[in-house]
């Protein structure tokens, strides 16, 4: 069994036991994120490191940039991985060295696949809106994948229902019988929620995912467990479906996936399977090779940090460390 699950999802007195005892609330922490913004870190945390594929969850804003550049995050590697990008204010421009220039809005998604290598950057225009709110999301690739070629798709159109008082998007994956244009490598799903009404909602699940409920605006309440906003809630597998609360109004975002097995090297902007593969992505960005060069971004690309002095290890989904 999973670790995690024994774990209650809040603060309790002794001896009183959670409701739910297969569900863990994570507060996260805040990480500059270049120059100008803060985001907050859902995954990977001590607790949970994975929920399904999705490997890694930023949460910004939302963050007031009318005097400021907004996101500034200069040309940077990626191996591994597919970045999902999700707006609810704002706008950014996405650069990569496969030669595309798109700017995504609300609405919008892009989803990049690294593969066995690319490079993007990600900045705010010159002329941006006033209020920059989203999240950016990494789904590791399983191995069939991950050292295939890089691809860079927008999706401007995705489907959209009202199913009582939510109006769902759906990001990635399929859910409800709809499915998103967007290529995954494993089953998962990410949609969009935005509650209309204050009666509570009720999704279907698929027993085989784990889930995680993230509240980007407003409040949820799933059983007795609030869900504040900039907090993830996980809720292990075995479900078919979920009951929850929300204020009118309120922005929620729902992950989900079979449990990723394979056990991953998580370090900086790498996913990898050990200590060797990262190293060599590292080298092969700090002498020019692979990763190519971003389309008409002139900023210097980042340099990578230095490697730790003991070597990385491979952690499987629950945070177990393998030799």
């Known amino acids: 069994m999973d670790r995690t699950e024994s774990l209650p999802a809040q603060t309790r007195p002794p001896g009183v036991a959670p409701v739910d005892p297969g569900s863990v609330l994570l507060p996260g922490h805040d990480v500059p994120l270049g120059r100008y913004t803060t985001v907050r870190r859902l995954l990977p945390q001590r607790q949970r490191r994975m929920v399904g594929a ?30 999902v990008t999700w707006l609810l204010d704002g706008e950014i421009v996405h650069r990569d060295s496969l030669g595309n220039v798109q700017p995504i809005r609300p609405g919008q998604l892009n989803v990049m696949t690294s593969g066995h290598g690319i490079a993007h950057s990600e900045r ?26 890089a691809d860079f798709a927008h999706h401007a159109d995705l489907p959209v229902w009202r199913d009582g008082d939510l109006d769902v ?71 078919e479906s ?17 449990p990723f097995e394979e056990p991953l090297v998580m370090w900086w902007n790498f996913v990898g399977r050990s200590h060797e593969e990262v190293a060599a992505a590292r080298a092969d960005w700090m002498a020019g090779r692979r990763f190519g060069v971003v389309a008409d971004d002139p900023a210097p690309p980042l340099p990578a940090p230095e490697l730790p002095t003991t070597r990385l290890k491979a952690r499987t989904r629950h945070g177990d460390i393998l030799s």
């Not at 002329?127 to 191995?143: E, F, I, N």
């Open 124 to 149: 705010s225009p010159a002329a941006h809106p006033p209020v920059m709110h989203g999240v950016q999301l990494w789904v590791a690739l399983p191995d069939a994948a991950r050292a295939g070629a």
């Open 169 to 239: 998007t759906l990001l990635a994956g399929e859910i409800a019988g709809e499915r998103s244009p967007a290529v995954v490598h494993t089953p998962l799903v990410g949609a969009q929620l935005v509650a209309r009404g204050g009666a509570p909602a009720r999704l279907p699940l698929r027993r085989d995912f784990e889930y995680g409920l993230l509240a980007m605006s407003g409040s949820a309440q799933v059983g007795d467990v609030p869900v504040a906003p900039g907090a993830l809630l996980y809720l292990a597998a075995g479900r």
């Open 242 to 258: 979920l009951t929850l609360h929300a204020a009118p109004g309120s922005h929620l975002l729902l992950l989900g996936g079979v």
């Open 54 to 83: 999705w490997c890694f969850v930023d949460n910004f804003g939302p963050d007031d940039v009318a005097d400021r550049p907004g996101m500034e995050v200069p040309p940077h590697p990626h191996t591994g991985l597919q970045t």
